[in-house]
């Protein structure tokens, strides 16, 4: 399993960690159980859009635990529009783009996000790692 980096706390992109406005609490914990939370809903909305497209599709219930052997990587950026990082469609896009490219029957998957320290408004980085069934 990848671990999660915790970015600076200062991190313009952490503005959904109310510990973070309020100084109460712990700010790592809470930046997981979003983070988590994100990748989740990420999966719950994938999942719906591989079934459109014939795609059988499961997430592992293990989350982080499955040997997946191919991986797609996204940097969405802050721009003035803060949650232009947490945009999914792009990501979304390039998956399907590239699922469709490999034209898989069967797929296991899992999606991991975590968010960066960049210059001026920060970035998230989303990982979706797969393993193709045969």
Do not use: W
Request: glycine share 4%.
């Amino acid at each position: 399993m990848k671990k999660r980096n915790f970015p600076s706390p200062s991190n313009s992109l952490l503005f959904f960690i109310d510990e973070r406005r309020t100084g109460k609490g712990n700010i790592e914990e809470a930046y997981e159980k979003a983070m988590i939370n994100l990748e989740t809903s990420m999966e719950k909305d994938l999942l719906e859009i591989l079934k459109s497209l014939d795609i059988s599709s499961s997430v592992k219930s293990d989350r982080y635990s499955l040997p997946y052997n191919n991986t797609i990587e996204h940097t969405g950026y802050g721009e003035s529009y803060l949650n232009a990082a947490y945009d999914r469609r792009p990501f979304f896009k390039k998956i399907v783009k590239e699922l469709l490219d490999k034209d898989p029957y069967k797929i296991r998957f899992f999606i991991f996000a975590e968010v960066e320290d960049a210059l001026l408004m920060g970035k998230v980085k989303y990982y979706f790692n797969y393993y193709v069934h045969n």
